[in-house]
């Protein structure tokens, strides 16, 4: 089998046909709307990609979120606090389906959570694999879950990176 190679960029670093490559693997993963997702990549702080040959097997990014955007998700989960909000985001996490099962995703997110270093961070899932994989990093959950466009009962999820 072959070594995997991870690839941390920021979007303006990314050539045109990486942000491409990158953008087809989120939409085939079902979860996120393809109209606009270009300008939305494009606004990440960092991508992360695992190339295995020259496949895209993997993908992740770190997301710079409004704090509008999160306080309408502690709206959702019933939380009033609102405080200390993180304005990062942990997502676009897929993996092609014949390389699931390798941990190709969590090097990615790894990887993103030392460049997040410093910095609350937060997830939102409905894969309860995903659920189990923030919390064995720590990710710890906020309010009450919530139905989205695309799955029921998604949790909130917060990491704070500075300890």
């Known amino acids: 089998m072959e070594n995997p190679t991870i690839i941390i960029k920021r ?3 990314c050539a045109k046909s990486e942000l491409q490559k990158f ?6 993963g079902g979860q996120v709307k393809p109209d606009g997702l270009d300008e939305k990549v494009r606004g990440c702080m960092f991508l992360a990609f695992c190339f295995v040959g020259n496949e ?3 993908v992740a990014a770190l997301k710079n979120k409004a704090r509008e955007y999160v ?3 502690y709206d959702k ?4 606090n609102k405080e200390d909000l993180p ?3 942990i997502g676009y996490c897929f993996t092609n389906h014949h390389h699931r099962g390798k941990k190709y995703n969590s090097l990615l997110v790894d990887s993103l959570l030392q460049k997040a270093k410093g910095k609350l961070v937060f997830a939102t899932t409905g894969n309860p694999i995903m659920k189990s994989f ?3 990093r720590g990710f710890q959950k906020v309010g009450n879950p919530y139905d989205g466009v695309y799955n029921k009962d998604i949790i909130l ?7």
């Open 134 to 136: 923030f919390e064995k």
């Open 157 to 163: 999820y917060i990491k704070n990176t500075k300890v």
């Open 56 to 58: 895209l097997a993997s």
């Open 11 to 13: 979007p303006k670093d």
């Open 23 to 28: 953008e087809q693997l989120v939409v085939e």
């Open 71 to 73: 306080e309408s998700l």
């Open 77 to 80: 989960t019933g939380t009033s």
């Open 87 to 89: 304005l990062i985001e």
